[in-house]
């Protein structure tokens, strides 16, 4: 099937219309998913870059990139709120991603 201008622009129209709240949890869990959770990397935690030795949300990437790469058992260890925290935004990205389909079809059903 070959696209017509009008739908390459609908397609263009739909990319753009999508919520930046669910562009940046999908980008969140690529860039997860493409680290190394047991090599220690950049954190954008304050608490770790002003030098404080305990926060009680780091972990919780390297928990879920664990988690991302079958290793449970890990990431367990690294924080207990790894999987919960995973289980909430895989939640928000399918309710997001209905609410945005749901806008779409109804859109185009209008036209």
Known sequence: MRLTD?????LAIRAATLPLELV???TA???LYLTNPH???FTVCPLENMGVGWCPGCGIGRSIALLMHGEITASLAMHWLGIPAFLVIIHRIYILLKQTYG???KHYHHE
């Open 6 to 10: 009008k739908g390459r622009m609908n």
């Open 24 to 26: 940046c949890w999908i």
């Open 29 to 31: 869990l690529v860039a």
């Open 39 to 41: 090599e220690h990397h």
């Open 103 to 105: 806008r779409w079809t």
